[in-house]
């Protein structure tokens, strides 16, 4: 092949490719807002369903930076719960504005399919409203079972700091049944549950 031919074939390769990463770029910018906006509305369903009463949440500064600083406070204390961390902390309101308890996404990095990010609502009292998933991805018919109310709704109504899983069924006031053929999912739901109780009872700014 000439100098020339091989230049010429180098430039329209060039231009080719240029080109190709402005669509690809132009697409992911008109695609991105609609899909955060998606987002938003199924973690704002999610904080609805586990606190049915709350009919606003508000953020709060110090509240969340309170809450990213968590995983240093699980440690000083000896928490026995993985790698744990809230990334998303707010305030539930009611009709007058008055603040009812709170919404926390706890994030456990040990799941058997990766993160799993459970946000849970805790009232003032320290008390459960319930829990629901902003992010598993466990074995379809094991893991995934966590998502069942038959487990999920085991946390409801639970007022004890910290929880504790038991295998083979029998839960007091303060445990959780494991799912059988999914203890490490039962876990990582259960520590990263366990890091929302610890936080809010030790450590929301007053």
Known sequence: MKKGGFMKDALILFAITLISGICLGGVYEITKLPIQESKMKADLATYQEVYPNAVDFKFDQALQDAAEAAPENFASAGLNIGSVEI??????????????????????????????????????????????????????????????????????????????????????DDGIDAMSGATVTSTAVTNAVNGVLYFAHNCIPQ
């Open 87 to 172: 990334p998303v902390a707010l305030n539930a309101v009611d009709a007058s504005g008055n603040v009812v308890g709170h919404i926390f996404t706890g994030l456990s990095k040990d799941g058997y399919g990766g993160n799993i990010k459970v946000s849970v609502g805790v009232t003032n009292e320290g008390e459960i409203t319930g829990i629901g998933f902003i992010e598993i991805n466990e074995t379809p018919g094991l893991g995934m079972n966590a998502t069942n109310p038959d487990f999920k709704d085991q946390f409801k109504g639970k007022t004890a700091e910290q929880l504790n899983l038991v295998k083979g069924g029998g839960a007091g």
